[in-house]
């Protein structure tokens, strides 16, 4: 084990090899013309922003998305230069800063435009403007019947450059059935088309997330935006379904794993409870040992008396309710753990893993919410 995990407490593992992987298949998935624009919001699912970044873009990807400006500031402060896409809003008093770190902006307000435009003015640069079409999902984005009208609107300033047109899948994760998905598709071609004809042509039309990436080609156009399955996680068991159906099922390896060390063993009788609430009573004498890492780490609280730990490749029950700093779990059947040894909270210990799948089941949520939720202050160490 390095020195810097033999002094941590809690920290995060990502394993710059399996991200590497993920964006080579992606990559292979797209060929060389599809510009591929992982995104690395949400502190890169909990990845890290700048570790990871720096790490997609080194194995071959073009592009960055993040969803606010102060992401694209740490990008460009760390030394990243490649082209950043914020996909969220970013307020009119902070375009001429998002102007000047030279980001893709996604608009479908004429306010945006407007003031995007007078700050590219006076700084004389141009703006780069992705125009996100509404097609379904009621979002974000411009009406359909209105974009006509918006794209000229936009056109009457100089220093705005339409670069791109989008588009977001409403309902693609969580069905087998592609129906909405491609309703929203045929909107979103007619949408370039009607431009098209008043002899509006953007050079880069994307709609595609990891879902609509792995399972339909027919999204790609000129660049992908994956996010989940970058960091080698489905994103749901329906895609993984369908993808199997379609004979487009890919290699994906998870990046993330997240340990803790013992604080403390205790031996306590049959009959005792554990923790706030007594809402685990022990059936017999138990070995008990004390992690520290609780609901203020994004160790959810619905994870009480549910969840398993890994110590020495083996499972250990969670005892009671998550608290805010500390849960328990029973290592009666590990009794060679010892204080301070090593526990997996998520990922693989020998033969045993601990999914985010199987963490997102036990507290009734998705695998996106188990790793963006583990505290950004908790240190990220990049393995081989
Ligand atoms: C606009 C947009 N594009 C792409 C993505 C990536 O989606 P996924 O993580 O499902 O690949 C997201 C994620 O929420 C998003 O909001």
New binding site residues.
Partial sequence: MSNIKRGLLIWVEVNQSALSHNIKVFRKLVGPKVLLAP?V?ANA?GHDLIKTSKIVLKSGADWL?V?ALFEARQLRTAGIKSPIYI??YVLKKDLPEAVKLKCRL?VYNHETIKALADAARRLRKKAFIHI?VETGNNR?GVKMDELEDFVRFAKRFPQIVIEGI?T?FAN??DTTDSSYAHYQLKNFMAAFDGLKKIGVKIPIRHC??????ILFPETHFDLV??????YGLW?SEEVKKVAQKKHRLISLEPVLSWKTRIAQIKEIPKGAFVGYGCTYKTSRRTRIAILPVGYYDGYDRGLSNKAHVLIHGKRAEVRGRVCMNIIMVDVTNIPQARVEDTTVLLGKDGREEITAEQMADWAGTIN?EITTRIREGIQRIIVA
């Fill in positions: 995104s919001k699912y998305c969803n996909m969220g996604v996100k974000q989008a977001h693609i994760e595609a997330n990891s879902a609509a990436t935006r994956p996010g989940i399955a970058v994103p996106y």
